[in-house]
């Protein structure tokens, strides 16, 4: 097995591993979580049409180096740009990021992506589109953007996961271990890590696309772990019962309710989760889930490219500069949301993120026509 090198500035940030049959791409910033930059996207997206189109490539393997598959894009970064700005520019990394998921998404050969360490964000967008999801005893998953003023891009793969689980996770910003991914359907496989050097061999031997056989190599290394004593998986008649409801308001006190029956902690962190969050980031998310239910991959990333482009420019609010401002950079952990309070917000002030973006030089985004594919090459849980 060759391994060649994706060079920026010295740094190799996309490793390509070639053996006879399969690519193994191995996103590699570990001092920075792995987070995606520009020159990290551009490069899969390479990386992936060269490989779809080589048929002596059977199968892609994606994997990060370090403690992370990835930790999302570069918030950091777009928040910068933002602030002096310049969002049109953070909004060009978040075309070229979905139009990477939508490839995944569609893509026709089985991809195994390995989530063995922290998985945030972006990097859950990215990893939940690969047919094989290997979580391990090391995985940690959350999308924490409403804590960050941002809205999730995860209404397709959200809201299709049991029950009301996705409003809960995308509105709370819940932190998931493997076993709890493995439960809701984000991971196909649990692997534990130390038997992964052991899975690497046997997949290098694949000498085909068949995704039955290849799901058959993962599951002799898999096991079905055990659940936490307090995982949110065994809380699922109250997440029906609370996050089904019409509203962030009607969600709320429909936990409040519960509180008062119920002395749980997991009930009152849940709650104070919520009422930490950006209010618009929450109503907006809550509106993009139940539309992602009826919807297909690529017109839900349609419809999170507008609303992103809505959080970046800031004309309604400006929390994902301010909520980058206390999470990450000053870390004093006390945002001032502005609008500061969930009923200061009107339906229409929600409608607008859903709407395009009044700028003569501004598009929808374009997703490249995808033809020909066999019928398991769609994103799905």
């Known amino acids: 097995m060759t ?12 490793l390509v591993e070639e053996g006879a049959n399969i690519r193994t791409f191995i996103l590699n910033r570990p001092k920075q979580l792995n987070a ?44 910068h740009k933002v602030h002096q700005g310049n969002w049109k520019l953070s909004t060009d990394f978040i075309r070229e990021l979905f139009t990477l998921n939508y490839m995944m998404a569609t893509y026709s050969k089985p991809q195994v ?18 047919r094989f999801r290997v979580a391990t005893e090391k995985t940690v998953l959350a999308m924490p953007e409403t ?3 941002i809205v999730p891009g995860a209404s397709h793969f959200y809201s299709r996961l049991p029950g009301f689980f996705g409003e809960y996770a995308g ?7 493997g076993a709890e991914m493995l439960n809701v359907g984000l991971a196909t496989h649990f692997v534990p890590s130390e038997k992964l050097p052991f899975l690497k061999q046997e997949l290098a031997k694949v000498n085909t696309s068949d995704a039955n056989i290849i799901s058959v190599i993962i599951s002799r290394f898999s096991t ?19 996050f089904s409801q019409r509203t962030i308001e009607e969600i709320i006190s429909s936990l409040e309710n519960e509180a008062l029956n119920n002395k749980d902690d997991w009930i009152s962190s849940t709650i104070q989760s919520l009422k930490k969050a950006s209010p618009i980031s929450l109503k907006v998310y809550l509106r993009s889930i139940r539309e992602g239910r009826l919807q297909d991959v690529g017109s839900c990333l349609i419809r999170e490219y507008r609303m992103l482009c809505h959080v970046l420019k800031g004309d309604f609010s400006k929390d994902f500069v301010e909520g980058c401002r206390a999470i990450l950079i000053d870390k004093d952990r006390n945002p001032k949301w502005e609008p500061s309070r969930l009923e200061l917000i009107r339906d229409d002030d929600v409608d607008r993120y859903f709407s395009k973006i009044d700028d003569e030089d501004w598009e929808d985004l374009k997703l490249p026509p995808r033809s020909n594919l066999p019928p398991y090459a769609i994103a799905k849980l």
């Open 3 to 14: 391994q060649t090198s994706s060079n920026n500035g010295g740094i190799d940030e996309i």
């Open 36 to 79: 995606l930059t520009f020159q990290m996207i551009y490069r899969l997206l390479e990386l992936f049409h060269v490989s779809e189109g080589n048929s002596k490539v059977k199968m892609i393997i994606l994997k990060g180096n370090g403690r992370a598959f990835c930790a999302g894009g570069d918030v950091t970064f777009l928040a």
């Open 113 to 130: 992506f390995i989530l063995n360490g922290i998985v945030m964000g972006g990097g859950l967008v990215v990893s939940v589109h690969g």
């Open 147 to 149: 804590a960050l003023g």
């Open 171 to 177: 509105l709370t910003g819940a932190r998931l271990d």
């Open 224 to 242: 079905i772990p055990n659940l936490k004593a307090e995982s949110p998986c065994h809380k699922m008649k109250i997440i029906d019962q609370c």
